[in-house]
């Protein structure tokens, strides 16, 4: 027996040897096993198989029996409704829900020292200064210094303690970022992030709206960006990095003060003011959200909101949850709770934090150098990994069976409530995939956005660590719900966490009914937020008297306590004969389409149908009119009938498929060689249409079609 299995792990020691993967030499691989040495190559794979099932990995176990999530309540404080709560909180029953995990880290000021402790000051931010050069940190201490005498120095130039001072941050993901977070948190001011891809007119709305006196930017772009439209109340900016002397004149010329960053902390070394510590319920951030229609809408949590909130998902990771010794890529816009959430836990844990050089394109490269355990991810971040790696397939016949065969192992695996990256298949497959996100990954959470189930599958397997996924928005301070160890299954975004309670809510006009365990999704726990800042009247379309907040997406209970998010209740509209039209959920449809990059579905309540603007894929469309003879610029096809022809019948297939209704199909579409984008202003920062927008651009092609139809 001893005799196998040393057999067995000398030839799989040679083979993974042997398997060093790479897309380029599967057929190197297939020749060798496939030549003289056939026989050997048979018997170690005999070897292979022996050791994996002496030695195969145990299952994971569920925390609880994955058929029953989450706990129902048929009268939880004192109401009617139908109400669903975490079982990882028994309090939640009686209406109680997480606020923190530690005693000592009640508020985000807290949480950081507690951090600081546990990881026994360690590594705490790091960063590089270029692609050859390899990450160095600052430690906790140095970081809880440094935002002190920052913070001391905020005082110094003028900056009172307490919620009612708002300090602005303009500035890409970095070290400074944090610092001037936990500076402002010293002494209970209150954050305000400036989203990096806004425009000057929305910048120049939250300054004047958060009636900002102090903007922290980052370099002399940005700089500029915020003097182009300055409210009056701006007074002063600190820089990270140097400004050029015209923009310091520029500034002066307009009344603004432009310090070093350096500066203000030497200041505030001196002065050595005592701190203000933040109690839970005290404002430390106004996100402003992006919105699709009007000026954007500050969102007001509290440091009890944001602890409450991260706590409750260290606690549903489960076995899975942070440690100290855990190291996250920082690349998502800290302007969004749901990285600002995630860096905050890993502070909370003693974890550490490495920032990326600021291309996204290069991401990997990042990643490599800094190996990260943990990452927060978005679906597009993952969609354009799983089409890179189906592109790499493609056209190689050997390839494409090799990957079907290894996502099929891992599948089965997962299923059986195995998770790891040492299997065969890891090392001949999907070693490169692992190694591109620097290949030490044990936990990703993915949200902001819905995941294909495919795609969702398809990063399991390939990365061998534990993916879950969430649902939330701003207002809840990111997550709502999260998956659960051990379920492997795509298509919901798991249960309740801890710090909150859901129910669903009757839509009478889209004929969705809590009875039937469908309807508008509404959330109420210590991760809500306070409210719009200076808005009580939007406040209360979204917050009922009851406190429940609305978020709008349609959602519907699974059977084993999961929910679903199925639609959406805004931007409906009524057609002339009384039919009510989803547009975001034709659209979902629509761009399914290989044909259809980018897709606006419209209509009004004094027509009876509906029609649409497409973005063609340029290399589908392209390559389409090449096999057909067709030839012009990408332009010229887009004005072609047979062009239009190919992607209206592939659209309205899709919509066949998907059981859309005849009054739910576009009965014709104009193509728009140019996409949608937040430069010309038809999508938000966070990549959402601007519906009003949309509907202005192309009023003339929409006023066109209706034409033609009547």
Same mark, same amino acid.
């Given at each position: 027996?001893?005799?196998?299995i ?27 096993i ?11 794979v ?11 990995p ?17 009268e ?16 939640a ?11 000592d ?40 210094l ?107 010329n307009?009344?603004?003060e432009?310090?070093?960053?350096h ?12 701190e ?39 606690l ?11 190291v ?29 050089l600021?291309?996204v ?8 150098a ?18 890179k ?32 990256r ?62 659960? $160890? @051990?379920? *492997?299954?795509? =298509?919901?975004? #798991?249960?309740? &966490?801890?710090?909150?309670?859901? +129910?669903?809510? %009757? ?15 509404c959330v ?19 917050v009922?008297? $009851? @406190?429940? *907040?609305?978020? =709008?997406?349609? #959602?519907?209970? &699974?059977?084993?306590?999961t929910? +679903?998010?199925i %639609?959406?209740?805004?931007h ?30 419209y ?9 649409a ?11 389409w ?54 430069q010309?202003?038809?999508?938000t ?8 927008q ?17």
């Amino acid at each position: 027996m001893y005799g196998l299995i040393n057999a067995a792990a000398a030839s799989y020691h040679y083979f993974m040897k042997k398997l060093q993967y790479s897309c380029g030499d599967m057929e190197e691989y297939l020749q060798y096993i496939g030549g003289g040495t056939g026989v050997l190559a048979l018997t170690g794979v005999a070897a292979v198989s022996a050791l994996y099932f002496i030695s195969r990995p145990t299952p994971q176990r569920p925390l609880f029996p994955l058929d029953a999530q989450s706990k129902l309540e048929l009268e939880l404080l004192n109401g009617p409704d139908v109400i669903r709560v975490s079982k990882f909180y028994k309090d939640a029953r009686q209406g109680k829900f997480v606020s923190y995990l530690h005693p000592d880290a009640t508020t985000l000021f807290e949480s950081f020292r507690r951090g600081a402790k546990i990881s026994n000051n360690g590594p705490c931010l790091g960063w590089r200064d270029s692609y050859s050069k390899p990450y160095q940190w600052l430690t906790y201490n140095e970081a809880l210094l440094r935002a002190r005498n920052l913070g001391s120095g905020f005082l110094e130039v003028g900056l009172k303690p307490g919620t009612n001072t708002m300090i602005g941050i303009y500035a890409i993901n970095c070290p400074e970022w944090i610092l001037v977070e936990q500076a402002a948190y010293c002494y209970s001011m209150v954050i305000v992030p400036l989203y990096d891809t806004l425009g000057a007119d929305a910048c120049s709305f939250i300054i004047k709206h958060a009636e900002i006196k102090v903007i922290l930017v980052e370099d002399d772009a940005k700089c500029n960006s915020i003097l182009e439209k300055s409210p009056r109340c701006l007074k002063t900016l600190i820089v990270f990095k140097d400004v050029r002397p015209a923009t310091k004149q520029r500034a002066k010329n307009m009344g603004v003060e432009i310090l070093k960053l350096h500066d203000v902390e030497m200041l505030g070394s001196k002065a050595n003011n005592p701190e203000v510590p933040p109690s839970p319920s005290d404002l430390c951030t106004i996100c402003y959200t992006s919105g699709t229609t009007g000026q954007p809408k500050g969102v007001m949590l509290t440091h009890e909101n944001v602890v409450a909130s991260m706590s409750a998902v260290v606690l549903q990771f489960g076995d899975h949850r942070l440690r100290s010794d855990d190291v996250m890529l920082s690349f998502l816009p800290l302007a969004h709770m749901m990285e600002r959430c995630c860096e905050s836990a890993m502070y909370m844990q003693g974890g550490s934090v490495g920032f990326f050089l600021g291309d996204v394109r290069r991401l990997s490269d990042d990643m490599k150098a800094l190996k990260p355990t943990v990452t927060p991810a978005v679906p597009r971040l993952l969609n354009r990994i799983y089409d890179k790696v189906q592109s790499d397939i493609s056209g190689n016949p050997i390839k494409k069976l090799l990957f079907n065969m290894g996502i099929s192992s891992k599948e089965a695996e997962l299923k059986r409530g195995i998770v790891r990256r040492n299997s065969f298949w890891d090392m001949l497959v999907f070693r490169k995939v692992q190694e591109g996100m620097g290949g030490k990954l044990r936990l990703m959470l993915v949200g902001s956005a819905p995941l294909a189930e495919n795609v969702l599958t398809f990063i399991r397997c390939a990365m061998g660590c534990v993916v879950v996924e969430g649902y939330g928005q701003t207002e809840c301070c990111a997550p709502v719900t999260l998956t659960i $160890q @051990g379920d *492997h299954v795509p =298509g919901h975004v #798991g249960p309740p &966490l801890a710090c909150c309670c859901i +129910k669903l809510c %009757d839509v009478p006009e889209m004929e969705y009914w809590s009875r039937n365990n469908q309807g508008e999704v509404c959330v109420k726990g210590t991760n809500v937020f306070k409210g719009y800042f200076k808005d009580p009247a939007k406040t209360e379309e979204v917050v009922d008297e $009851q @406190g429940w *907040h609305h978020t =709008g997406d349609i #959602g519907m209970w &699974l059977p084993n306590g999961t929910l +679903k998010i199925i %639609d959406r209740r805004k931007h409906i509209f009524k057609l002339s004969q009384g039919e009510y039209i989803v547009p975001e959920k034709i659209e979902n449809i629509y761009i399914r389409s290989q044909y259809v990059a980018q897709v606006f579905v419209y209509g009004e309540s004094l027509k009876s149908c509906i029609v649409a603007v497409v973005v063609p894929d340029v290399d589908v469309i392209k390559c389409w009119a090449q096999e057909n003879g067709i030839t012009g610029t990408f332009s010229i096809l887009c004005n072609h009938p047979e062009v239009k022809q190919l992607i209206i019948d592939d659209m309205i297939a899709w919509g066949k498929e998907s059981g859309l209704k005849s009054f739910e199909q576009v009965k014709d579409i104009y193509l728009h060689p140019d996409p949608f984008s937040v430069q010309n202003g038809l999508l938000t920062p966070t990549l959402k249409s601007k519906r009003p927008q949309l509907k202005a651009y192309f009023k003339p092609q929409l006023d066109d079609m209706y034409s033609r139809l009547t």
